[in-house]
């Protein structure tokens, strides 16, 4: 075979052919032996050029399977990553928690997880956008629902008295609403829950948000570690 039809053999294949006429000529070499009665030792020193051969052969095999077997597990983590980021991002939006507007539910720093509903309950704690940037607020009531509160800080809903057992001081500011308020159709009315730091739909300049501009509910702190759990 010529210099250019080499070139074009695989290492494996031409170990194989090798090989294979290694143990034609072991089994000639044998044969003669057998007949001449002499010792294999003296008689075939190509014997061990032959398990040489053999020997490379399983080395190279070895080689390329666990090649396959990397690239192949590899491709696999680098796809179960990716899937895991593009779900974390399309319906599992992570984000850090700035400011005190909703201490002490929420301290800053915090991390947590939200998740994308059809529509949105009181007392839901919901991630918004709002003049390009993430907010947290809690939705105090929707929409067609009457808003109202007391100067003391007391909020009332449809002439309800609002049980808010998450909140540490009532505030009356900053509300510069016509009160009683109706909340408009496709609309939530939010607040904070560090009621006299807060900036939300009590005042006229934010308002209420429209359900479009809701990425989803915080479900779930996970930093730090000693505040991980869900968000009832």
Known sequence: MGDKRLRGVKKSDLLEMLLEVERENESLVKENQALAGRSTMHANPQRFESQALLAELERHRHRAQLARVTRNVLISLLGVASATVLAATLFFPTLRIYGSSMAPTFEEGEVVVTVAHADYSAGDIVAFYYNNKL???????????????????????????LDEPYVQEDSFAP??????????????????????????????QMGCIEGEQIVGRIALCVWPLDSFGGIA
């Open 135 to 161: 907010l947290v607020k809690r939705v105090i009531c929707g929409p067609g629902d009457w808003f109202s509160m007391r100067e003391d800080g007391a909020v009332i809903v449809n002439g309800d008295l």
């Open 175 to 204: 509300c510069d609403l016509d009160l009683p308020y109706q909340v408009p159709e496709g609309c939530y009315f939010v607040m904070g829950d560090h009621r006299s730091s807060s900036v939300d739909s009590r005042s006229k």
